[in-house]
T-cell receptor
């Protein structure tokens, strides 16, 4: 069974600084996808970034980058130059590409608070 | 915006009553999902659908049923609501392609008294 672990229930960061949110995963599959979602206090789930297990380059999307270390089974999210609007819950998720259902397995999340 | 709406957005009901939540999409995506979100658990899969009338169970399906009679609508039913089903329910669609990113609806907050 797949499992996602986010060991940081809460994080604080100063505005304009970079922050890393940790995510480790467990799977026996060779082909999988890793995702990060942001959930602001308003409640919606916002897709941020994706990394495929066979991608050789770390994914980047604007201020977001994914530090993918396959041997360590980690997929940490790095947010550069934090902004007040980055304060939110962040969820790491994994999709098994080999099963038919294509569903996601989520971690328990990290609450990030950006301080001015 | 993946064109996903959920209704109702908020609902309060009593234990033992049936409840149906609706998810509607406008872009004819084949895969649709229902997740629930509870504190400390992230999102957990209840049921999913891979086409009209094709559905299957997820990890937390007890007490829930689903139906999909049209591509655009995916219904989640609590046959007899219990307090343990108080949660936030998210519908999602999977966009075909290399990433198969899932996009979520706005969520439904359900309180079972």
């Amino acid at each position: 069974a797949q499992k996602i672990t986010q060991t940081q229930p809460g994080m604080f960061v100063q505005e304009k600084e970079a922050v890393t949110l940790d995510c480790t995963y467990d799977t026996s599959d060779q082909s999988y996808g890793l995702f990060w979602y942001k959930q602001p206090s308003s409640g919606e789930m916002i897709f941020l970034i994706y990394q495929g297990s066979y991608d050789e380059q770390n994914a980047t999307e604007g201020r977001y980058s994914l530090n993918f270390q396959k041997a360590r089974k980690s997929a940490n999210l790095v947010i550069s130059a934090s902004q007040l609007g980055d304060s939110a819950m962040y969820f790491c998720a994994m999709r098994d590409r080999n099963t038919g259902r294509r569903a996601l397995t989520f971690g328990s999340g990290t609450r990030l608070q950006v301080q001015p | 915006d993946a064109g996903i709406t959920q209704s109702p957005r908020h609902k309060v009901t009593e234990t033992g009553t049936p409840v149906t939540l609706r998810c509607h999409q406008t872009e004819n995506h084949r895969y649709m999902y229902w997740y629930r979100q509870d504190p400390g658990h992230g999102l957990r899969l209840i049921h999913y659908s891979y086409g009209v009338k094709d559905t299957d169970k997820g990890e937390v399906s007890d007490g829930y049923s689903v139906s999909r009679s049209k591509t655009e609508d995916f219904l989640l039913t609590l046959e007899s609501a219990t307090s343990s089903q108080t949660s936030v329910y998210f519908c999602a669609i999977s966009v075909t392609g290399d990433q198969e990113t899932q996009y979520f609806g706005p969520g439904t907050r359900l309180l079972v008294l």
